[in-house]
């Protein structure tokens, strides 16, 4: 008798054990066997197949480096002559992008001329395709003028070349 209620509680176990890994439940990123009556309405039953997590470990917390207290300039990297010759070099490009951008100015205000440009063939007989251009060329200009003065911060933040 005590054989045959050892067996039929190991297979009770056994059924149950079964039945709590067939239901699984995702609640956000997280996932259970176990669902309370609070997370049921956010809870989403899955069907089929196993699902593993796997814990991972946190990063190890290493201090942050002590910060330089912003001067306006930029901070000495690396060897004096290499960060001279980068500088130079920045400033270089700097400056051809603020002529690119400057000349492109230009060309936009001989066309933009003070905010009556010349029609162009089908702006002639429809009138708002020439007030879209209007505005078109007015917000091109203005974002060059943005980025013209955006350059221009740049190379006022370099250090002086000697």
Do not use: W
């Amino acid at each position: 008798m005590k054989h045959a209620l050892l067996i039929f509680l190991a297979a009770v176990m056994v059924v149950a054990n079964v039945r709590a890994q067939s239901l699984i439940y995702r609640c956000g990123n997280e996932y259970t066997n176990t669902i309370t009556e609070a997370q049921k309405g956010s809870c989403k039953l899955l069907e089929g197949g196993n699902v593993t997590v796997v814990q991972g470990q946190r990063p190890a917390i290493t201090p942050a480096p002590a910060r330089v207290a912003n001067t306006g300039q930029a901070a000495p990297r690396g060897d004096g002559n290499d960060q001279r010759s980068r500088d130079t070099d920045t400033r270089l490009i700097l400056e051809s992008e603020l002529k690119r951008a400057e000349a492109r100015r230009d060309e936009l205000l001989r066309e933009y001329k003070n905010g009556e440009p010349d029609k162009l063939g089908p702006e002639t007989r429809n009138h708002q395709k020439y007030l879209d251009r209007v505005a078109e060329l007015k917000l091109g200009l203005d974002r060059l003028e943005s980025d013209i003065g955006g350059i221009r911060r740049e190379i006022a933040r370099l250090p002086v070349s000697k």
